[in-house]
């Protein structure tokens, strides 16, 4: 069932070039090449690689620089700076990386130390290294010893704040500190996946953000018309289930899961072994590229499949590498099916890829976002990318069924954020009373809207909404909260505000409201089905449709935005498996805090005097449970004060 159906326009905006050969993308990232730190966030596919080109050159011809240094995570990865033809396009330069001064390829660590800083001390201007290369060369150097240079950080999101535990984030503060460097930074994805931010937000504000959307990417294509985020559950093993779910007329990547993993049978070659039996029957395998033909059972067509994972001969499996990225990424019919485990996610290009099934729940959306990225690429012949995850249901007769639990509810949020990236972006706009202008497109106006008020929250919104809204949907406790199991009110008015506060310290409490209202309004709008009637738009919240032009904030804020959540899995499993989720989600429910209580109890005076009696904690009504809940916990809370006051009044006393 798919969570997430977006349709695109193929405008074909983000593709077309201008007279220096510069995509859309290219062109705003070239447009502040001036400013020293450059952060640049686009999606897969979006050029990023030639954009640095572009913006190095520029800094090496025009602005003083004297080399570039550009770091990959992985050695495969470095072909997508390798030398290239800028002029051919109209650019004044071209792109060189000399055979020397690739250092990812073959050969060992120390010998490409040796390198960069022979690099470093002689005349050449650009080098390509892999990010361990240049930690364990920066081991070596002071930090002076980039100065005038240009350091370019791919997959950017791999640095983290946390300078201890992390060698690319404590080198990257080191040589901003200590040198005149200039760094161009560049990811795909800006969530780590755990709660270390990848900058300090002292450290981010040196950085000049250049944000180019998913929606302007793939809305901007030539071929790709829509994208489908769905799930599959499925109960016992995974190899049992993954033929309902093998699409084998759509060009496929499969990521099977971490041995680790719970829903691993620790057996990574026997699930191999297992998904090959569900296509059908092996008729041979190439002993120079790797690829096994496969006859299939339905049709009897063969199906030409790479397995990434069987790692025991490293020659076969470079041999099948090597195909892959010179021949499979350019011919279409040179694969149909890749099976992988920790492979073909990051920087890995099939440009025909269509379908990303991936099994098992991902706790990193930086990994979410980069599996979804191989399929979301442009290609003749692709109309339709989907990224199907394979969940297993939680079983009562399991020991960790609370876990099997949050990665169900996470893995569906997961993509309602992906949902939230994904879709057309709308600015938000105070309607005022004597408001009668027509609102041009992409602008919705809001009854009791707080606009952003400082430079501050005005670049947070811009640049860091999506971000934001990822560490909202990984907090523990707003998980639970999204499955609908507390009040929506406290949802946007209290769990949300506490997130915004701790990862924006500097945020005062205005600024905070009118973030706060930014995400609540956004999301709400985003996952709202919207119709047109004649010449109104209608917009379906709280189970009903709402004129858009009679919107205001306290509506808004009377609807979870991510409770869908839990719809969703609700239309997904059988009746008694929904019955384990909703006992788990109770039992581990939200503990009640003085600040939800305090924003429910006039809520719950009024429900006491329409109802005429006092909520019942035994109540099967989730609503009346959570007031009695909060009644109890505001009762304890006025005996431990009465109790206080009369030991202080004793000591006075004594």
């Known amino acids: 069932m798919n969570i997430v159906d977006v349709t695109y326009a ?41 954009a640095l080109m572009f913006v190095a050159l520029d800094k090496l011809y025009n602005q003083g620089r004297k080399k570039v240094i550009v770091a990959v995570p992985e050695r495969s990865i470095g072909a997508s700076f390798s030398s290239t033809k800028l002029t051919l396009q109209g650019f004044f330069a071209d792109w060189e990386i000399k055979d020397e001064h690739n250092l990812c390829d073959a050969g060992s660590s120390q010998g490409k130390v040796g390198a960069f800083i022979d690099f470093l001390e002689g005349p050449d201007a650009t080098l390509v290294c892999t990010h361990a290369t240049l930690r364990f060369a920066f081991e070596k150097l002071a930090p002076d010893a980039f100065n005038g240079t240009v ?36 990811t795909g994805s800006y969530f780590r996946g755990d709660s270390v931010p990848v900058l300090s937000a002292e450290d981010e504000a040196r950085f000049t953000p250049v944000t180019f959307n998913y929606y302007d990417q793939l809305n901007g294509y030539e071929y790709l018309h829509s994208l489908g985020i769905g799930h599959h559950f499925y109960q016992g093993r995974y190899t049992d289930a993954i033929g309902e779910v093998l699409l084998l007329d759509k060009k496929t990547i499969v990521h099977i899961p971490n041995v680790n993993s ?69 011919e279409r019919d040179g694969v149909d099916i890749i099976i992988a485990l920790g492979m073909a996610k990051e920087g890995f290009d099939w440009p025909f890829a269509e379908h990303a099934l991936t099994v098992g729940y991902r706790a990193s959306l930086t990994e979410v976002i980069q599996i979804i990225g191989r399929v979301t690429r442009d290609s003749p012949g692709k109309e339709h990318a989907q990224f199907t995850n394979l969940i297993a249901e939680p079983d009562a007769t399991q020991s960790e069924v609370k876990v099997s639990v949050n990665n ?35 602008i919705i106006k809001i009854k009791g809207f707080k606009e952003p008020s400082s430079e501050r929250v005005k670049q947070i919104v811009e640049t860091d909404l999506n971000d934001l809204k990822a560490t909202i949907l990984q907090d523990d406790t707003f998980a639970k909260a999204a499955a609908g199991s507390v009040d929506p009110e406290t949802t946007n008015k209290v769990l949300i505000p506490k997130i915004i506060r701790e990862r924006y310290p500097d945020l005062d409490e205005t600024q905070v409201e009118e973030l706060r209202q930014q995400v609540i309004v956004d999301s709400v ?45 609700s239309k997904s499993v059988t009746p008694s498996v929904l019955r384990i989720i909703q006992d788990t989600i109770t039992a581990t429910r939200v503990e009640v805090t003085e600040e939800e209580a305090l924003a429910l109890f006039p809520k719950i005076q009024n429900w006491v005097k329409v109802a005429g009696r006092r909520p019942n904690v035994r109540s099967e009504e989730p609503t009346e449970k959570r007031y009695a809940e909060v009644l109890l916990f505001l009762q304890r809370k006025k005996q431990e004060h009465q109790a206080a006051q009369r030991a202080m009044e004793m000591a006075e006393e004594a």
Do not use: C, W
Request: proline share 3%; glycine share 6%.
């Open 525 to 569: 709008i985003k996952n709202g089905e919207v119709r047109e009637v004649g010449d109104k738009r209608f917009i379906k919240m709280a189970e009903k449709f709402v004129n858009i032009d009679d919107i205001n904030i306290n509506l808004i804020d009377s609807v979870n935005p991510f409770q869908r959540a839990f719809e969703v899995i």
């Open 151 to 186: 350091l370019a950080i791919d997959e950017f999101h791999h640095v983290s704040a946390n300078t201890e535990a992390n060698r690319l984030g404590a080198l990257l503060r080191e040589v901003m500190n200590g040198s005149d460097v200039h760094i161009v930074a560049m």
């Open 262 to 330: 719970g829903e691993s049978t620790k057996d990574k070659i026997e699930e191999v072994g297992f998904i090959i039996d569900a296509i059908g029957h092996v008729e041979a395998t190439d002993p120079e590229t790797g690829i096994i033909s496969i006859r299939r059972k339905d049709t009897g067509e063969i199906l030409r499949v790479a397995d990434l994972v069987d790692d025991t001969d490293q020659k076969k499996r470079a041999d099948t590498l090597h195909y892959l990225a010179h021949v499979a990424s350019k």
């Open 408 to 442: 169900m509810l996470k893995a569906i949020t997961a993509s309602l954020l992906m949902e939230q990236v994904l879709a057309q972006n709308f600015t938000f706009k105070t309607k005022r009373t004597d408001d009668d202008d027509v609102t041009p497109p992409g």
């Open 10 to 50: 193929r405008t074909k905006a983000s593709v077309n070039t201008d007279a220096l050969g510069m995509r859309e993308m290219q062109q705003r990232v070239f447009a502040k090449r001036d400013a020293q730190h450059l952060l640049v966030k686009a999606p897969p596919a979006s050029g990023k690689s030639r």
